[in-house]
């Protein structure tokens, strides 16, 4: 009789499986959507106190093919964070995995992506990154890097726009980049992304299968694969794992501890590193970028920034679970706070 392995709340990983894929054979969305599976899974969140959250485009079809028994909003195009920071605020205890694509964030929803950052939500940000419009036949998206060449046409001409270096930028306390070939540093780095307070961002670069997984595209399977630059091995523990359970590469190692008490460890394998530093990772993803490489790992990591519901005073029951009377303010607060407004 075959055992059937349980997570931490006692339930089997098709708990946390969602509908059949209607992607092309072979998408990396589909590899990332496998990897959100077994984070969940593994972290032991229970599926209905997840929220999974999308925007427009192949990348935002995919919260079907994950976590059918959680809720999920599939929002307009460019508009996830605005829906996602209402959601939050009165649904603060959830857990927010957000997928959108680089079409959807680096595009249209630019605006919207910066604000979320600024505002630090608390979320789960992962962009599907193929450089490509893949619903509208291909064109290409605001990140593809200059000198890559798709299937089809010409050569692009013009200057990317880094996500990552974005979100360095604007102060985000969470900031990775990540490969969906890369099975084993993907699940560690969105294992983490998951016990992280604040907003985490995950650039994932994901070949599209059908317009641009060429050899002369940047974003290809195996442009990526030799153009890899990885910063360090990472592992996840998780507080509740005992650390010799967790296979370590030997080396030298750094921890960094989350909010819930569960650690990344870091090996460093090329350059230290250093994930504290915001220089530091802006180098690193600026050095890369001149090589026409792919740097990989975790770049940035800052667990002490207040969120969006800390920064707001909200209240620690959930506005979505006060009844009338606490929901409404008395006269005499309104008093007050008129009197404030009037400067007396």
Not at 14 to 31: I, R, V, W
Not at 280 to 291: C, D, G, I, M, T
Request: proline share 3%; glycine share 10%.
């Amino acid at each position: 009789m075959a055992i059937v392995k349980l997570n931490v709340i006692d339930l089997e990983k098709s708990e946390y499986k969602g509908g059949k894929s209607s992607l092309c054979p072979g998408c990396g969305h589909d590899q990332i959507s496998n990897v959100i599976i077994q984070a969940a899974w593994e972290n032991g969140l229970p599926p209905e106190g997840i929220a999974k959250m999308s925007g427009i485009g192949c990348s935002s079809k995919t919260p079907a093919y994950f976590l059918g028994k959680s809720h999920g909003f599939n929002t307009v195009h460019g508009r996830m964070p605005s829906v996602t920071t209402g959601a939050n605020m009165v649904n603060k205890d959830l857990a927010f995995i957000a997928v959108s694509g680089d079409g959807d964030t680096a595009s249209i929803g630019m605006g919207q992506f910066v604000h979320a950052i600024r505002r630090n939500l608390d979320m789960v940000y992962i962009i599907e990154n193929n450089g490509v419009y893949g619903l509208t036949k291909g064109q290409y998206s605001a990140t593809v890097e200059k000198g890559s060449k798709k299937k089809k046409g010409s050569i692009n001409s013009q200057n990317p726009i880094d996500l990552c270096a974005m979100a360095l930028n604007l102060g985000c306390g969470f900031v990775a980049r990540s490969f969906s070939g890369s099975k084993k540093q993907l699940t560690a780095l969105i294992r983490a992304a998951m016990s992280h307070k604040g907003m985490a961002i995950i650039d994932v670069i994901s070949p599209c299968v059908t317009f641009a997984n060429n050899d002369e595209s940047y974003k290809s399977y195996n442009y990526v694969k030799e153009n890899d630059e990885v910063l360090h091995i990472v592992d996840y523990i998780s507080h509740y794992s005992p650390i010799e359970e967790v296979d370590i590469p030997e080396g030298q190692y750094r921890e960094i501890e989350l909010f819930d008490g569960s650690k990344i460890i870091l090996e460093t394998i090329g350059s230290n590193h250093d994930t504290t530093n915001v220089v530091s990772a802006l180098a690193a993803v600026h050095e890369a970028e001149k090589n026409d490489k792919h740097v990989t790992g975790l770049l940035y990591y800052n667990g002490s920034i207040p969120t969006t519901t800390e920064t707001l005073g909200l209240t620690d029951t959930p506005l979505s679970q006060l009844n009338e009377e606490e929901g409404r303010p008395n006269e005499q607060s309104l008093v007050k706070v008129n009197a404030r407004f009037r400067g007396s």
